[in-house]
C-alpha cells in the first residue's frame, strides 16, 4: 500500500506489515528503511506518483539493521548509486541482518501468541528470509542535521537493536519512528504504541527508557516502522507504550 502525504512531504510505503518512508526536498528524496526485496517494486511506483525517479534519490536511512528494514538496500545502493547510512552500532548487523541476538529466544513468542503469526507469514512471502546484507557508506550523526533531502536529523534510540534510531523532521512535525516506537508488533499481533516484543528486541528495558526523550519533541505525526500512523502527538504515543507490556 502507498500513501502519499503522510506528513507534509512525506510519503508512506507499507508491504507486509512494515513501513518504509519517502522524504521530498528541493534536491530529491531521502528514503528511510528498505522493508523486503520485494518492497522496491512499491516503491518504485511511489517515486513514479510524485513525480520522480531513483535518480532523484539522494540516500538511504536505516533505523535499524533488522532483515525487515535493509531488504532491498544492496539492490539500491549496487545497481543505482545510493548512497546508504546506518548508525555504527548497527554496521555489523547491516551486513548480516539475521545475526543478532534478541533478550529472549525468537521462536518462542510467536509460538505463544499466536496472533502474531499471520504477519510473521506475510513477511517471509514478501522475502524476509532472502535479505542480502549491505555495507553502509556512512555513519548517522545525530549532533546535526543530515546533508540530504529534507534534512532529517537522527536520534539514537538504542534498546530494540544497539544501533537503532528515529529520524525527526522539526520543519514537518513528523518522527519516522523506526521499530523504537511501532503501533503493531509483529511477533504478537498486538496494536497500539508499545515497543517491540524481546523476541525481536535486545534489551527490552533499555528500548523503555529510550523513549522518554522523545516525549519532549513537538512531533504531531508519529510515522512507526510497523503500523498505522499516530497523530495524537509523540508524548501520549510514548506514554502508552511505556504502560503497555510488550
Known sequence: MIALEVA????AVEHAYTNCFLIEGDDGVTLVDAGFPSTWRLVSRALRLIGRTVEDVRGLVITHGH????GFARRLQQDHGVQVWAHPGDFHLTRHPYRYRPQQP?????LTHPRGLPLLGAMVAAGALRVPGVTADHALPTAAPLPLPGRPEIIHTPGHTDGECVVWLPDRGALLSGDALVTLD???GRRGPRIIAPSATHDT????????????LPATHVLPGHGAMWTDGVASAVERAQQTDS
Do not use: M
Open 8 to 11: 507534509q512531504g512525506v510519503h
Open 106 to 110: 525468537r521462536v518462542i513468542h510467536p
Open 67 to 70: 532483515f525487515d528494514h535493509v
Open 186 to 188: 509483529p511477533y504478537n
Open 205 to 216: 528495558a533499555q528500548a523503555q527508557a529510550s523513549l522518554s526523550p522523545l516525549a519532549e
